[in-house]
């Protein structure tokens, strides 16, 4: 990409990170939509089969620390952390007429949704930033299994998104949902999605994108995916 691009991230929840990258503008969005649509799609998967994909769920989980990530696909680790969420970005804007697809939508509206009402909270956003550094210190000092950092992720979840006026209705399978390590797999997923609107938001996307770019963007994450190396280890956990 010609030039330096900086993008400040001024929400303190997710930190203040200057994005310089050799992606292109729209590229560096679509990695970000990949962000939340990979969350949703996992969500999704969750609920209906209480199942997820352990390399994608681990680079979603720790999006969640990356409160300075010098570029957006370091967010991920890489960009081979969101190929599952490029993959599902042209599902998604492709074919309306999968009901994985369609949910997967709907997960999508509902984040962006949530990312606006978060957005207007200083409060809560303190508070998730502070509980994240938390949890983010006893990962890299105690325990980094992700089903245990997942518990923590999905109390902070509880205690803070839930309490905004727009919820998400996660629909599913009632045996797996009630478990509750699935439910906190979902709430983790959830933040992990919000955080990756945060960002999508901020490098510029707008809901009304999907409607006059979807061409374009499901096009830009065929390409980026095409050019990813194959997944070694995308086994299902349950």
Not at 25 to 32: C, D, E, F, W
Not at 153 to 164: G, K, M, P, R, V
Not at 187 to 202: E, I, M
Request: charged content about 20%.
């Amino acid at each position: 990409m010609s030039g330096r691009r900086c993008y400040r991230d001024c929400t303190q929840s997710f930190g203040e990170t200057c994005l310089v990258s050799s992606f292109t503008p729209l590229q560096q969005q679509v990695i970000a939509l990949a962000g939340v649509v990979q969350a949703t799609r996992m969500v999704d998967q969750v609920a209906k089969t209480g199942s997820y994909p352990a390399a994608f769920f681990e680079a979603s989980l720790r999006s969640l620390f990356a409160f300075d990530a010098p570029t957006v696909d370091a967010v991920y680790g890489n960009i081979q952390g969101v190929k599952l969420g490029l993959r599902s970005v042209v599902d998604m804007l492709t074919d309306a007429t999968n009901e994985d697809h369609v949910a997967m939508g709907a997960y999508v509206r509902g984040l962006l949704k949530l990312e606006d009402q978060f957005g207007k909270r200083p409060d809560l956003q303190e508070v998730v930033a502070s509980r994240l550094g938390h949890v983010n210190f006893k990962a890299q000092h105690f325990s980094d299994d992700a089903v245990e950092l997942a518990a923590s992720i999905s109390a902070i979840y509880q205690d803070t998104i839930s309490h905004l006026p727009y919820r998400i209705k996660v629909k599913g399978n009632v045996q797996h949902l009630q478990q509750t390590k699935n439910a906190d797999l979902v709430r983790t997923l959830l933040l992990a999605g919000l955080r990756s609107a945060h960002l999508w938001r901020q490098l510029g996307g707008r809901p009304r994108h999907f409607l006059f770019k979807g061409g374009k963007l499901a096009a830009t994450a065929s390409d980026l995916s095409k050019q990813l190396s194959p997944v070694t280890d995308n086994r299902s956990l349950h």
